[in-house]
């Protein structure tokens, strides 16, 4: 039900980097994280690229709609000083550029399509499996052993159902999860639809029952954000499989690699 990484660096590398950048990546690796999640989203030209916000201003200087703005604008931007002087000159990553880092240093990859507007949904989940799967097509087109096999692909995820259902669409063969912050009363109608692999869900709003339930119905539970390592520990007792963090320097991967 979860042949993945259990514990994962959140957008990354959590809040010890850039989020989203390929800083992030390397502060994961210093910290022992061979499995990050990251966002990617669309930009006006359909460049899909490492993003969270749709809006410029936090990790990006300036105004404006990430999918309103060409890739040729954003790539010249800084999207590392807004975190630490250290970081200044740190750019903004393509899909392209993330999954062959990923790849090339044992990284296991979350892979959470956040269209920047529910208008580009459908497009943004088109997109980002196709990308996905084209990294990935000879390790689609060899056999597969087992969970072993399944393992090593990316799992897709996403809060919203017209991307994953795209997603599905255009690359059924890669696992899907779906994303939630409160667990809804039709979970499990939802992920038979999409035939999602496991659900995915805000820690905090979470239940043990709830997770009973999940886990008795044969899908894999997952939850964001968990900066505690006492929360780690209490929610992998109910049955949840596998968390992001930010805090990577405190959640200890090695300490979670072999449970």
């Known amino acids: 039900m979860w042949p993945y990484p259990r514990a994962l660096a959140h957008r990354g590398g959590g809040t010890l980097a850039p989020e989203n950048t390929l800083a992030g990546f390397r502060a994961g690796l210093q910290f022992g994280y061979r499995a990050a999640e990251f966002d990617v989203m669309l930009t006006r030209d359909e460049v899909p690229i490492l993003m969270h916000d749709p809006q410029r201003g ?28 250290g970081f200044a000159g740190e750019r903004i990553c393509t899909l392209a550029q993330a999954l062959a880092f990923c790849s090339d240093h044992g990284i296991w990859m979350n892979v959470e399509i956040k269209p920047g507007a529910p208008a580009h949904a459908r497009r943004t989940g088109e997109l980002t499996a196709q990308a996905v799967a084209r990294h990935f097509a000879t390790r689609l087109q060899a056999p597969r052993d087992g969970a072993d096999g399944v393992a090593q692909l990316p799992l897709l995820s996403s809060f919203s159902l017209a991307a994953l259902r795209a997603a599905r669409e255009v690359a ?4 899907r999860g779906f994303l939630v912050d409160v667990v809804p009363a039709d979970w499990e109608s939802r992920l038979v639809e999409l035939d999602a692999v496991a659900l995915h869900t805000n820690h905090k709003h979470l239940e043990p029952a709830q997770a009973r339930r999940i886990k008795d119905a044969g899908f894999g539970l997952f939850c964001y954000t968990v900066n505690d390592p006492g929360r780690a520990a209490e929610i992998a007792g109910w049955g949840v499989d596998g968390f992001c963090t930010d805090r990577i320097d405190l959640v200890h991967a090695a300490q979670w690699s072999n449970r």
């Not at 059924?172 to 696992?175: A, D, F, I, Q, R």
């Open 58 to 85: 936090r990790t990006l200087p300036g105004v404006g709609a990430i999918a309103e703005t060409d890739w040729a604008e954003l790539q010249g931007l800084d999207a590392g000083a807004w975190h630490s002087p």
């Open 172 to 175: 059924p063969e890669l696992p």
